[in-house]
């Protein structure tokens, strides 16, 4: 019997076009896919298309006795330009086989060798472009890589060359514009009623026009090879007056122009999303980018990439497979069974079914690509390993007789171009914290993706570009530009470089830089992934940076991993540097892992050590008093020194600092719904709704990082103690990096140095002293701030200015996201802990946090900077839904928890099996309901209440307690296969980690350290935690 292939709830006589989104339709099939697995159905106005999604399937659909290629809706309506053109021909059109076998030749490996020269000389174009450029210039390789590859198609297979040679022009070619647009409005129009279409008259007209420009271009092109026929014989030349034995005719005129226009659209916008995505990816991926630029140093070095080169670059091969496989250009081909059949032995299709594969998840299967599928490993496609997939796992061509036939072209294009670029260029990305944003036309590539081009083996070169989300949040460069302009050009150089994720090294960093005229010094600050293999020698060079799970901060992954990979032992002769290492006691085992690394891999290299490695920790009372010791040791001055100067001015009210907001790179979210989820006088739980910004996606792990506001109560504090009118802006004009600070951080000793220092009366000073002389009971501990101190001690005189210039920059927070993007992809929620209790200095003032109280206050409709941050490999659910979840987790820990069971929910509910997960959650009292998860079957609810004791707890007061007692239940989910997820504070983590391990010592017969190891080793891809603070 036929098994009904699922499909989500359609609307009467539409279907599903409300289902697909319009922008970005890939996107709406893959969480379809991932809802309802390896096959479904829509319906769009009466048309029935079915979409396969597995390995299985598609090996099944590429048996072309069975199967061929079909003409879908959308390119039914592109034939409206390319008609029967290669790629949207009928199968059986006459003109389709007359242009295959006239073409086959030009697309040999030899006839591609023969092409050498003029891919040679576009390329050069874009290198010469990139160099004169400079590497200030963001570069949009999307676009960069769109007009070298249609330069490239147009030179080598059309001797078509002046009209082009746009590389340097701001504007893409109208070509490309035209040609995209109407690839769009013709995908659009195949989801659109006749009637409506009739009705949008000026869409209609731009329609005509693009395809106008497109065709205009094929006749000229035509027209001047005709009036101009090249010396040596192109594809043109081919068509114009091949004859094709077996027709024994030529193709006409209409048919030539067809062809023209695919091979202008086919040849060129595949490719350039070929070499975007595989950009996208090395810069992801440091390891493989510094193994591929090994290869081409050792390999082709600095004379030009000749003919002989193609194809002998194995790594290069290895990352443009792998980038083809995570990253395929054409996503979905699509294919018809000849007569009724039976596909995977148990769904049956009509003759004539439209059959979408769904080659990006099919790419991503973890039948054939294992559970790492979606992690970027050029090595899997190394030594034999391509040559022994299965057959038809890796489809970016597409299959048989209709595969694509400009495959050895973009090859040996792309090789060229990679080889080219990475002998010339160290390439960054404009913001390290990119995640993948695709676009769509007929093809799809990274979006809003954007890079700088460094040329290698030169000076250093640093710059002001805004990398780490701060500064990417907070605009600084303007500010620091001021900065440099203040110093004297007669001041020595000094290079201050960091590699952080949430702005508290990066503050540091502004810190040094800050005060570096001051001691002489013309400071220059980057990011450390800015400077890969140019350590400065003419100046001192000051690192600070952090740890994340012992690896470097997002912007520092490029610099860490060149480092790890030095050889020589005097590679940083002539450097002089000195570390400072942002860490968190909490991470026993890696603790200051990174800037300790960083500091033996300079100093046992050549490098000479200025000071010793500062390190700080995070959760230590002297965190920013060690900084201020190390800062002094590098500058040689002592902490009694006044802060340095900032110039004020106040400035009336204006939406200045809101619209400087809002021109961020990270986007602009909305409130949907905010609800609060605890009973009225326990601490305040929240669950907010966000709409995201426009392209922006996630997965259910993943954070969200907010940009806060301080809140308006602390704000107004600090104005009355200094005086300032309610309606007044302040204008900061100085090397401060932003307007933006916190006002809430404990005062460090320096800073009670500076109060001191301030004029103060008897009893003023008296009272600062003994702050300073109690430190770490009277100010750190009861984190008593700045602000706090100036309102208990009225008689310090502090300038405003002064104040300013000791708080350090606004820091975003994260969050992990709460819910999966099957249940919304457009929308996420967040569980939120309120801060807001009485302050621990026992001052009358309650200690309100920052973010978690400036999103406590946000209604619906209210607009949020913000950005999805990705979560690590492992904190996302796994693919493979037989895989039961056991989930540990206690208050808002609870967030990613929530996402994982909305997803498996979502899942079943489209009628896939789903395995149980346990949850075992820790909190006060009873809160959010579970119950409908628990009635599904798709989870089994453990709970500890620390304040509450209801029977459901079984006594349990913290969710280790709950593990302990549920030890049974918890082995046989480790027999099931299952996987682990731990979230909330580090204690909880670390008291969750120690039952586990007792688990394991009784259940072996081991001693605890035994234990461990065997626990850290077994669980290394099946452990995953995630830890708040
Ligand atoms: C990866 C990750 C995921 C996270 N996910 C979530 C999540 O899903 N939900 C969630 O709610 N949070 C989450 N957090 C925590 C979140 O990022 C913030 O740290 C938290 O909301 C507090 O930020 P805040 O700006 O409100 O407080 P801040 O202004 O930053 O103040 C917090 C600081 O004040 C201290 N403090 C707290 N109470 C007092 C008091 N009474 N008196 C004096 N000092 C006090 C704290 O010890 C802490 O050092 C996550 C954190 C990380 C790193
Ligand atoms: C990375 C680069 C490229 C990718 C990923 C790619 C992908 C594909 C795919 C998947 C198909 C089959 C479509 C289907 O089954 O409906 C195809 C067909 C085709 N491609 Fe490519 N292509 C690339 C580069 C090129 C280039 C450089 C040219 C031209 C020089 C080209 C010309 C064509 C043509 C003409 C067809 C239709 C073949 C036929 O049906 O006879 N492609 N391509
Ligand atoms: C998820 C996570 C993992 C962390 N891992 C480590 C670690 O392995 N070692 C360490 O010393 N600190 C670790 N920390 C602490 C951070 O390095 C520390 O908070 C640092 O100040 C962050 O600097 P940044 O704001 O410049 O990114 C971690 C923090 C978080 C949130």
Not at 230 to 259: F, T, W
Not at 865 to 882: E, G, I, Y
Not at 887 to 911: D, I, N, T
Request: glycine share 6%.
């Amino acid at each position: 019997m036929s098994t009904p292939i699922p499909s989500p709830p359609a609307i009467p006589f539409l279907g599903h076009i409300h289902t697909i989104d319009k922008q970005l339709p890939i996107a709406s099939i893959r969480l379809l896919a991932q809802k309802y697995g390896e096959i479904f159905q829509l319906n769009v106005l009466g048309d029935t298309r079915f979409y396969i999604s597995t390995y299985a399937l598609l090996n099944e659909v590429c048996d072309d006795k069975r199967f061929e290629k079909k003409i879908n809706a959308n390119l039914l309506q592109a034939r409206g330009a390319v008609s029967d053109g290669l790629f949207t021909a009928q199968p059986g059109e006459e003109n389709w086989g007359i242009a295959h076998r006239l073409l086959m030749p030009c697309f040999s490996p030899t006839g591609i060798l023969d092409m050498y020269d003029g891919m040679m000389d576009v390329v050069s174009q874009l290198t010469m472009k990139w160099e004169r450029f400079g590497p200030q210039d963001c570069i949009d390789p999307a676009a960069d890589f769109t007009r070298l590859t249609l330069d490239a198609i147009c030179l080598c297979a059309m001797s078509y060359r002046w009209a082009f040679q746009r590389m340097c022009k701001e504007e893409p070619h109208p070509f490309a514009s035209a040609m995209s647009d109407f690839l769009v409005e013709s995908g659009l129009r195949a989801n659109r009623l006749s009637i409506v279409q009739a009705m949008m008259p000026s869409t209609n007209a731009k329609y005509e026009e693009d395809r106008n420009t497109m065709t205009k271009l094929a006749q000229d092109i035509l027209d001047d090879h005709r009036a101009h026929p090249p010396k040596q014989p192109d594809l043109i030349s081919r068509m114009v007056s091949g004859i094709d034995k077996e027709a024994g005719r030529g193709l006409p005129d209409s048919s030539i122009m067809a062809n023209l226009l695919t091979f202008l659209v086919a040849g060129h916008e595949t490719t350039s999303g070929m070499l975007t995505f595989a950009t996208y990816y090395l810069l992801k991926n440091p390891e493989a980018m510094r193994k591929l630029r090994e290869e081409i140093d050792t390999m082709v070095g600095d004379r030009p990439p000749s003919k002989k080169d193609v194809n002998k670059l194995p790594y290069l091969l290895a990352v443009m497979r792998e980038s083809l496989r995570l990253g395929p250009p054409a996503s979905l081909r699509t294919t018809s069974p000849k007569e009724e059949t039976i596909l995977g032995g148990k769904y049956t299709l009509g003759k004539g079914a439209t059959i979408n594969c769904n080659i990006y998840a099919i790419h991503r299967d973890p039948a054939v690509w294992g559970d790492d599928a979606e992690l970027f490993r050029p090595e899997r496609m190394l030594d034999g390993k391509f040559e022994a997939l299965p057959p038809n796992a890796w489809q970016p061509f597409g299959f048989g007789m209709r595969a694509c036939i400009g495959r050895a072209f973009s090859w040996q294009e792309v090789q060229l171009t990679m080889i080219s670029i990475f002998q010339r260029f160290d390439l960054v990305m404009r913001d390290p914290t990119y995640e993948l944003e695709l676009k769509q036309t007929l093809t799809i590539k990274p979006h809003n993706f954007f890079i700088h081009a460094i040329p290698r083996k030169d000076r250093p070169r640093l710059l002001h570009i805004p990398s780490g989300p701060t500064a990417q949040a907070t605009r600084g460069e303007e500010k620091r530009s001021a900065a440099f302009a203040t110093a004297s050009k007669d001041m020595k150089p000094l290079y201050v470089l960091y590699g952080s994720n949430t702005g508290t090294s990066e503050s540091f960093a502004q810190r040094l830089v800050s005060a570096a005229p001051s001691h002489g010094f013309r400071a220059t600050m980057e990011t450390l992934d800015k400077v890969t293999e140019y350590l400065p020698t003419n100046g001192p060079v000051l690192i600070v940076t952090a740890s994340y799970e012992g690896q470097p901060a997002d912007n520092a992954r490029h610099f860490v991993n060149y480092l790890e990979n030095i050889k020589a032992s005097d590679a940083f002769k002539g450097v002089n540097y000195s570390v400072f290492g942002c860490g968190n006691r909490d991470w026993t085992t890696t603790y200051q892992r990174i800037p300790k690394l960083i500091d033996d891999i300079l100093g046992g290299h050549g490098a000479n050590r200025l000071a010793p490695r500062g390190e700080g920790d995070v959760s230590g009372a002297e965190f920013f008093d060690t900084f201020d010791q190390w800062e002094n040791t590098e500058y040689g001055t002592s902490t009694e020194e006044a802060a340095p100067a900032l110039n004020i001015k106040t400035v009336s009210t204006g939406t200045a600092r809101a619209e400087r907001l809002r021109q961020r790179d990270m986007g602009l979210g909305t409130v949907v719904d905010t609800k609060v989820l605890t009973a009225s006088g326990a601490p305040i739980k929240m669950h907010i709704e966000f709409k995201l910004s426009e392209g922006a996606t996630y997965r259910a792990g993943d954070y969200l990082a907010i940009l806060p506001k301080n809140p308006d109560r602390i704000v107004h504090r600090a104005m009355a103690r200094f005086g300032l009118q309610e309606d007044m802006e302040i204008e900061l004009d100085s090397s401060s990096p932003t307007g933006y600070v916190e006002l809430q951080q404990p005062a460090r000793t320096r800073d009670l140095d500076i109060l001191l220092q301030a004029k103060n009366s008897k009893a003023s000073k008296a009272a600062l002293k003994d702050l300073k002389a109690n430190y770490t009971n009277k100010v750190f501990g009861p984190r008593l701030s700045v602000l706090d101190i100036l309102e208990d001690n009225k008689a310090i005189d502090l300038p405003l200015s002064t104040f300013l210039t000791m708080l350090p920059a606004m820091r975003i927070r994260q969050y992990s996201i709460s819910s999966s993007p099957l249940w919304d992809a457009e929308h996420v929620t967040l569980t939120l802990s309120v801060v807001n209790a009485p302050a621990r200095s026992g001052r009358k003032e309650k200690f309100l946090g920052v973010a978690s109280t400036f999103l406590a206050g946000l209604r619906p409709g209210d607009k949020v900077q913000l950005a999805v941050r990705a979560a690590s490999a492992a904190f996302h659910p796994p693919q493979d839904l037989t895989v039961p979840l056991v989930m540990v987790c206690a208050g808002s820990g609870l967030a990613p928890m929530r996402g994982f069971l909305q997803e498996r929910a979502e899942q079943k509910k489209a009628g896939r099996e789903v395995a149980t997960s346990l949850l075992f959650y820790g909190c006060r009292a009873p809160g959010e309901d579970s119950s409908t998860w628990e009635q599904m079957g798709i989870v089994d609810v453990r709970v500890a209440f620390s304040r509450c004791d209801v029977e459901r707890a079984k006594g349990c007061k913290y969710v280790q307690d709950r593990i302990a007692l549920d030890k049974e239940d918890i082995v046989k989910s480790f027999r099931a296969g299952a996987k682990y997820y731990v979230c909330g504070s580090s204690k909880m983590a670390a008291g969750a980690k120690q039952v586990f391990i007792r688990f394991v010592q009784e259940t072996k017969n081991l001693d605890e350290a035994a234990a461990t190891e065997l626990f850290t080793k077994g669980l290394q891809d099946r452990y995953a935690t995630d830890v708040f603070e």
